[in-house]
Each structure stands twice: as C-alpha cells, then as structure tokens.
C-alpha cells in the first residue's frame, strides 16, 4: 500500500499512540511475561511489519514525545506530535453522562477507585501500585476497587475479594460512566521506555468527570501533572498508599484537584 501510495505521487505518514515498532524496547515490556504462549506471539506479531511501515512514510506522527524520539532515532525525520486529546464525538458522550446525572451515584460510606485496565497486558503495571492500595483499602474501609477489563490480581489483593469488583470490558461510553461513578482514578505504570512513550489519556478521561487521578510518573503523566495541584505522581508502594488515604480523608481536597484537573485538561 505505502509502495502504491508513493507510485501515485502521495505522501503518506504513519501515525501511532503506542511503542508498537521496536521489538527490542516491546521485549523490555515486563507485562508480555503474564501472557501465555500464543498470547505472546500475537502480540509481537506485527513489530517488524510496523517497522517497515513506519520507514516507508514519507513522515509520522506520535502522541508523545518520548514515542517521536524514537521515531527519529529510527531514521523517520520528520516527526510531528498530536497528543491524545478530547474528540467531539468523546466531548458529546462526556455531556450526556453529565446530563443524565450519572456521577457518582453512591454514598458517601464508599469511596470508589476505579481502575481500566483493558486488555490482558497490565498485570505487571499493576503490581507496581498493588501492595500500596491493598494498605490503603485495609487502612480505611470505605475504600473499594473496581476494575475495568482483563487484569490478574497478585494475592496481596485476596484479603479484599469483598470490596474489589470486576467489570467486563465494554464500550467506550459504558467505560466513561463507570469513570463518572469514581471518587479516584488511578493509572499505575512500570518504570520503562515502553510506558515512558504511552499518554496521559487515563488522567484525561478521569478529569473531565472532575475526578483526581493518581499516576505513576512516566513521562507524559510527569508532563501534566503538577504534584497536589491537579493530581497525585505516585513513585513508590508508600506514595500509593499516602495519596489514596489523604485524598479519601478530605472531599474537599478529592473536588478541589478533580476541578483543576478538569480546568487543565480542557484548556
């Protein structure tokens, strides 16, 4: 297709939200070792293709600055970034969530945490904050966890079965009214290259709701929050734990962040 796009005269660019065209750097990516075999393949079966893709551009375009740097560093010159942002079509479901009044729809005795995790691929990402919210749910029991997608739980989480619920995956809208129902929203990430390329969509998707997120501080969740100001960076299992407890302790502080995340990300 690139090959006939060229013969045509065109100019085509090749555009990415992910760290999908380096083997080398996806290998690194500790959550593959969760997967069983086939899995695996499947997830590494189109590297070398988008590499090859990518190269055959005339230009691409990342959503991140650590994704265009590697781009570059492949021999792609020019890079432009377009990062993940709100779409009309996102902006239009976010506005009938608000008019049908589904936000938070529990009571106060419950402070909900709600975490996407999606695909099969963030067990490891996950691990990263899991002794921290365990301590933190057990601390204060109006705290519960609920998970959206496909995530294997480490058995630190097996004394709190009772207060962590499970939601398929399912589309977009159904996915952002469960955000609406959250009190916090967290996005736990390995310390890699791989996640370092990955956006702030989840810090995104939870503001807009006025809801404060927690994030572990790769690059671009580093880029856009300001500590105790629109969000929390949580850098080890003691920031997890520290952050989730101060923010279900003070519902003012839990409004005040959520309002500020939602002003910066709207701007």
């Excluded at 709600?114 to 691929?121: I, L, N």
Aim: charge should be neutral; proline fraction near 2%; include cysteine.
């Amino acid at each position: 297709l690139m090959k006939e796009a060229k013969r045509l005269g065109l100019s085509p660019y090749w555009e990415v939200d992910d760290l999908i065209f380096s083997k080398a750097h996806y290998l690194k990516n500790n959550n593959l070792s969760g997967l069983n075999k086939k899995e695996r393949v499947q997830a590494l079966w189109g590297v070398e293709l988008f590499k090859e893709c990518l190269l055959l551009c005339d230009g691409a375009i990342a959503s991140t600055h650590k994704l265009a740097h590697i781009m570059q560093e492949f021999g792609m010159e020019k890079v432009f970034i377009i990062e993940n942002a709100l779409d009309r079509n996102t902006l239009s479901i976010i506005e009938k969530i608000k008019k049908n009044g589904v936000c938070s729809d529990h009571g106060h005795d419950e402070i909900r945490i709600v975490y996407g995790s999606g695909t099969k691929t963030h067990d490891t990402d996950f691990q990263v904050a899991a002794k921290g919210i365990v301590a933190a749910m057990l601390a204060d029991k109006r705290l519960t966890l609920h998970i959206i997608g496909e995530l294997t739980l480490p058995k630190e989480c097996n004394v709190l079965m009772s207060r962590i619920k499970r939601i398929s995956i399912c589309d977009y809208e159904s996915y952002m009214e469960h955000l609406s129902r959250a009190d916090i929203t967290i996005a736990p990430l390995e310390n890699s290259i791989f996640n370092d390329c990955k956006s702030s969509i989840k810090f995104i998707e939870g503001a807009v709701f006025s809801v404060p997120s927690i994030c572990s501080p790769s690059a671009a969740y580093a880029r856009i929050i300001q500590h105790g100001e629109n969000g929390f960076l949580a850098y080890t299992e003691h920031d997890w734990t520290h952050a989730l407890l101060t923010l279900a302790a003070n519902a003012p502080l839990r409004r005040k962040m959520g309002v500020q995340a939602c002003k910066d990300v709207y701007e």
